[in-house]
T-cell receptor, first 116, second 110 residues
Framework: ETGVTQTPRHLVMGMTNKKSLKCEQHLGHNAMYWYKQSAKKPLELMFVYSLEERVENNSVPSRFSPECPNSSHLFLHLHTLQPEDSALYLC???????????????FGNGTRLTVT | DAKTTQPNSMESNEEEPVHLPCNHSTISGTDYIHWYRQLPSQGPEYVIHGLTSNVNNRMASLAIAEDRKSSTLILHRATLRDAAVYYCILIKWGADGLTFGKGTHLIIQP
């Protein structure tokens, strides 16, 4: 148990569907992150939220839309995805003071997304 | 950002020490050295970090070269549960998030 819970664990969706990934952290952290892990590629940072404000958006296509309603919850809304968006989507949290240097990131176990 | 270089894979035997190398020849004075690992079917987990001095914790030891251009993660007595991909990452103070490379795939033989 990492303290970061992601649901669902697996998701299959068509290209015209709209779905959402959910992340919840029980660690009292104030920063949350979305990462994408594709087969044979390193993890890619997608979005960073600190104190519920988005502080980083790494040129992610608009078909991915994050939402952070409070410091414990993070969502990734998905619409009109492409098959190449199939990947493992990982959520993480940290305390945020000093960035990731002095506050290790705690990751969930991810949502395995397949776009058909 | 300064880059790190790690071997693609390493193999070791159970109950033996493992030394995982990382080269970071372009490291700057404000870069911290972090190690994470990712077990199969799980998200990454923090292992250890340091700046200049060697560090020990319950999971591992981190040996940092005097010129800081390389570091070594040491698992003192590997178990089958240590089989994972190990990532060496440089982070500046205040940086948001981590930039992962390909890491080293550690295989533990029984």
């Amino acid at each position: 148990e990492t303290g970061v819970t992601q649901t669902p664990r697996h998701l299959v969706m068509g290209m015209t569907n709209k779905k959402s990934l959910k992340c919840e952290q029980h660690l009292g952290h104030n920063a949350m992150y979305w990462y994408k892990q594709s087969a044979k590629k390193p993890l890619e940072l997608m979005f960073v939220y600190s104190l519920e404000e988005r502080v980083e958006n790494n040129s992610v296509p608009s078909r991915f839309s994050p939402e952070c309603p409070n410091s414990s919850h993070l969502f990734l809304h998905l619409h009109t995805l492409q098959p190449e968006d199939s990947a493992l989507y990982l959520c993480a949290s940290s305390q945020g003071d000093g960035g990731a240097v002095n506050s290790p990131l705690h990751f969930g176990n991810g949502t395995r997304l397949t776009v058909t | 950002d300064a880059k790190t270089t790690q071997p693609n894979s390493m193999e070791s035997n159970e109950e033996e020490p493992v030394h995982l190398p990382c080269n970071h020849s372009t490291i700057s004075g404000t870069d911290y050295i972090h190690w994470y690992r990712q077990l199969p079917s799980q998200g990454p987990e923090y292992v250890i970090h340091g700046l200049t001095s060697n560090v020990n914790n319950r999971m591992a030891s981190l040996a940092i070269a005097e010129d800081r251009k390389s570091s070594t993660l040491i698992l003192h007595r590997a178990t089958l549960r240590d089989a994972a991909v190990y990532y060496c990452i440089l982070i500046k103070w205040g940086a948001d998030g981590l930039t992962f490379g390909k890491g080293t795939h550690l295989i533990i033989q029984p």
